[in-house]
């Protein structure tokens, strides 16, 4: 028994931090006493602070992926300044069930940094509009439009801007409504349009300010990988025009992804949510 404590606990020897992802009450006490006076330090990233954590990240979305759970913990301690590049962190999530079930042991590295953190947090819009889209776009892609698989587009924040950089296709069915998305029958009309061409653009607060827009954002210079089609391509070449992010469903592949300052930061399987 000894023998695979000494095994195992090889992943945390000597590390700098422990990252607990939303800890139940007793697990934080327990890491707290682990912790406490050591040099280990303690993070939590959760949903809320339910812990009273004095280093927290709030994780706006269960990534299903512990990778991407993982990564975007990571992110968000470095650019609260609770770790530094370099650092070795355990980090302990619950994968399998509620309870801490699987321990990585990662290298923090600043310049691998995928940019899912700051794609919510150092965006212009507001972080709980980006997670209301994401959401939105997740669920078109687990049912897709009456059972077809469906593709979107979505640009959100600095709406002023892409509105400028982008042409009406159609009558925008939004125009002079003050709806918001994250509202139910909202998320509905939401759905029913994607079957349209173009993109949907959302203001910083959430507010849909259209459908139907084809984006003009110039791609010259936009890298993104090999096998994406236009609709991607439009989609990363507006947020390096503007202040914007995008998030596309693909009705290719299946997969959501999201742009910032013409880059893919974030991919997810609606399948996995
Ligand atoms: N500049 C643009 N602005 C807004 N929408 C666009 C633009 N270019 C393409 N699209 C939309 O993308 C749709 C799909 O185009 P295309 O297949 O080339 O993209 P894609 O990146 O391969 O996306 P998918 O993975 O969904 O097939 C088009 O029917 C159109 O609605
Ligand atoms: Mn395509």
Do not use: W
């Not at 590390?15 to 607990?20: E, F, N, P, Y």
């Not at 997740?138 to 077809?148: S, T, V």
């Not at 959501?256 to 996995?272: N, Q």
């Amino acid at each position: 028994m000894s023998a695979l404590k000494d095994l195992l606990g090889e992943l945390v020897t000597d590390v700098d931090a422990l990252v607990s992802f939303s800890p139940s009450g007793s697990y934080y006490e327990r890491a707290r006493d682990a912790t406490d006076g050591g040099d280990v330090d303690l993070i939590v990233v959760g949903a809320e602070n339910t812990v009273g954590a004095d280093a927290f990240v709030e994780l706006p979305l269960e990534f299903a992926e512990v990778t991407e759970r993982v990564r975007f913990g990571i992110e968000g301690a470095l650019d609260n300044e609770y770790l530094s590049d370099g650092d070795d962190v355990a980090c302990a999530t619950a994968v399998f069930d509620d309870d801490v079930d699987t321990v990585s042991r990662v290298r923090v590295d600043a310049e691998r940094h995928s940019g899912v953190y700051d794609l919510f947090v150092n965006s212009r819009a507001d972080p709980a509009v980006i997670r209301d889209v994401l959401d939105v776009v997740i669920e078109l892609g687990q049912k897709g439009q009456k059972g077809k698989p469906v593709g979107a587009l979505f640009v959100v924040g600095d709406a002023g801007k892409v509105m400028n950089k982008s042409r009406p296709l159609s009558y925008n069915p939004f125009e002079k409504s003050h709806v918001h998305v994250g509202d139910p029958i909202v998320n509905v009309m939401l759905k029913e349009f994607s079957r349209l061409d173009g993109a949907f653009v959302i203001s910083d607060s959430g507010k849909i300010v259209s459908a139907y827009r084809y984006l003009e954002g110039s791609a010259e210079g936009v890298d993104i990988p090999k096998g994406l089609g236009t609709r991607h391509m439009a989609a990363a070449s507006i947020t390096r025009d503007s202040s914007a992010i995008a998030v596309v469903l693909s009705e290719s592949d299946g997969l959501v992804r999201a742009f910032k300052g013409g880059e893919l930061v974030l991919e997810l399987d609606p399948e996995a949510y």
